[in-house]
């Protein structure tokens, strides 16, 4: 909407026009097959998905493999998940999305990202967000990976905090936009370009981070989320995770996101006679999630630092065995949770379908996830009052 509008002005030395015919690009697994896959029901969880070996250099566009994903870029409505893996910078190269806006979440290796706006340096534990048509470079010290939720149709907003009032969850002072910086070289640059889920390059003969000056606030960003001021229940009950989203994009239906980014950061847990765990549930979103580092208090064993899960719409789930008899015979006191732990959630109102590539080809997908809550006791009694 106008009244909504996000603009910016940039001084520049050469116009970006300036450049090469486009020419189609091989995306690899960075792709939209999600749309003729077979749909799966399942609970899923992945391990750990594999960064490229010292042998092979894999730089952060070629790094990018699609999980998920649902609509379609060129409707304007719709998300899709990927997973970064990549171990060289990208040089001459750079990159920009014109179907929609990047999150980006490193759970591995730091990111130098260089943007037509700054530079950002982006850690685990952080997240950034480029919006659309905004051009980009990653720079890598290392191996390196990470989770990318990528919208359509509109763009992050902080949650409207309805009674919580002025203060909360994650405040606006904390969010770091760069300042302008730039590289005046004439040399050969490769510029990719996302458009309509197919890549196509273009080469320039000068860098496109030739920006001197900018005005605005259409910007990239970043936020740490040691600054997350946590709202948590203090007498009963579970709250819902709606109290730990830090982004939201917007969808078509009023108070219901598109795609919500919600963190589980460490906090006290206080609640008396209640389980205290997510409990089982089913419901009307798709629940990603993934996990920077530590253990996440719901599932401690399998769910692993660079892996994933994926509860789709209506699916059950909810803790394992172990969890599950822990937090029901435990004596309910005051206790730190997630301490050196991370977890994260992007949570969907969208039917998200996954690809063939997490389905099969990485070879990462647990077939044994629904083990988890085979042995699940009964516990009614229906004696007991």
């Not at 970006?16 to 609970?43: M, R």
């Not at 920009?96 to 730091?110: E, K, R, S």
């Not at 660079?306 to 909810?318: C, E, I, K, R, V």
Request: aromatic share 14%; glycine share 8%; hydrophobic share 35%.
């Amino acid at each position: 909407a106008w009244y909504q509008r996000r603009v910016r002005g940039l001084y520049r030395i050469r116009p970006s026009v300036i450049h090469k015919p486009y020419e189609e690009l091989d995306g690899g697994f960075f792709s939209d097959d999600y749309l003729t896959a077979p749909p799966n029901p399942q609970q899923m969880r992945w391990k750990p998905f594999d960064i490229p070996s010292q042998e092979t250099d894999v730089d952060f566009i070629k790094g990018l493999s699609t999980v998920a994903g649902a609509g379609d870029p060129t409707t304007r409505y719709g998300a899709a998940i990927h997973i970064y893996a990549c171990n060289t910078s990208m040089g001459k190269r750079a990159f920009y999305n014109a179907d929609g806006d990047f999150l980006i979440v490193p759970q591995q290796g730091t990111l130098m990202v260089t943007t037509e706006l700054g530079r950002m340096e982006v850690n685990p534990n952080e997240l950034c967000v480029i919006q659309q048509g905004i051009r980009f470079k990653v720079d890598v010290y290392g191996p390196s990976r990470g989770y990318v939720l990528e919208v359509w149709g509109n763009h992050f907003v902080l949650p409207n905090l309805g009674p919580i009032g002025a203060n909360g969850l994650a405040n606006p002072r904390d969010f770091q936009t760069p300042v302008a910086w730039y590289e005046d070289l004439d040399e050969e640059y490769t510029i990719v370009s996302k458009f309509q889920n197919k890549l196509f390059s273009v080469k320039q003969d000068h860098s496109p981070f030739d920006v001197v000056g900018w005005h605005g606030n259409y910007a990239p960003y970043k936020y740490d989320f040691k600054n997350f001021m946590v709202i948590n229940a203090t007498s009963f009950d579970h709250a819902d995770p709606s109290i730990f989203t830090v982004l939201t994009c917007p969808g078509a239906v009023e108070g219901t996101g598109l795609c919500d980014f919600v963190i589980f950061p460490p906090r006290w847990a206080v609640q008396d006679h209640t389980f205290r765990p997510p409990y089982y549930h089913r419901n009307c979103m798709s629940e990603f999630m993934g996990l920077i580092f530590g253990n996440y208090e719901a599932k401690e064993d399998d769910f692993l630092p660079g892996g994933a899960s994926l509860h789709s719409m209506m699916t059950p789930h909810g803790p394992d065995v172990k969890c599950f008899t822990t937090a029901s015979t435990e004596t309910l006191r005051p206790v730190r949770v997630a301490d050196n732990t991370q977890a994260f959630m992007f949570e969907s109102s969208l039917s998200l379908k996954t690809t063939r590539w997490a389905q099969r080809v990485c070879q990462k997908l647990d077939d044994n996830y629904w083990k988890c809550w085979e042995e699940l006791p009964k516990k009614f009694n229906p004696s007991q009052k």
